[in-house]
Nanobody, 121 residues
């Protein structure tokens, strides 16, 4: 099995910064995409930022220019640097990874437990 553990959430004032981290561990043969999603109260979970195994990155329009996703393949970690935070960024942030645990099994989707980010105005 694969475990994803997020850290770095918390309470911050508008305009501030936070850095989320996610560590993948367990039976890992290879990791493909590593992504960050968020879910605000009463809303659907949405993709915030994504990075492929080749380090191609994509962002939701709402966070472009403010958030930066990065990954450390040697450590099986992904990060989300969040700057210029706004109250509307308040949500539970989830780490997601597409992981192959062994050959010839196909890759599977894994989720972390989530970390709360609250931005006060």
């Amino acid at each position: 099995q694969v475990q994803l553990v997020e850290s770095g959430g918390g309470l911050v004032q508008a305009g501030g910064s936070l850095r989320l981290s996610c560590a993948a561990s367990g039976s890992i043969f290879s990791i493909y995409a590593m992504n960050w999603y968020r879910q605000a109260p009463g809303k659907q979970r949405k993709l915030v930022a994504a990075t492929s195994s080749g380090s191609t990155t994509t962002y939701a329009d709402s966070v472009k220019g403010r958030f930066t996703i990065s990954r450390d393949n040697a450590k099986n970690m992904v990060y989300l640097q969040m700057d210029s935070l706004k109250p509307e960024d308040t949500a539970v942030y989830y780490c997601n990874a597409v992981v192959r645990t062994s050959l010839p099994r196909p890759p599977s989707n894994y989720w972390g437990q989530g970390t709360q980010v609250t931005v006060s105005s």
